[in-house]
């Protein structure tokens, strides 16, 4: 179900695989493996995903349908400047 999620969160905003592996640093290839379900998420691709679209880690894996994401209790640091970017274009 995780990989179902990943590629419609992604097709929501209208980008390719290999540009979403570049926005969180990794080969479109590795990324892909993700989206078939062939590889499992490891957490810290799974978080970068969840910040980068505003959602929770938990509604990405199916655990939840609930889109909205958690209340943070202190904002988390992201230190790829391309998620950011991305993410104020999606606003």
Known sequence: MAYQRLRDLREDVDLTQAQLARIINMSQPGYSQY????NDIPTKILIKLA???????????????????YRRKKEIYIDNQEIKKYQTNLK
């Open 35 to 38: 989206e078939t379900g062939n």
């Open 51 to 69: 910040l980068f679209y505003d959602t929770s880690v938990d509604y990405i894996l199916g655990v939840t349908n609930t889109k909205a994401p």
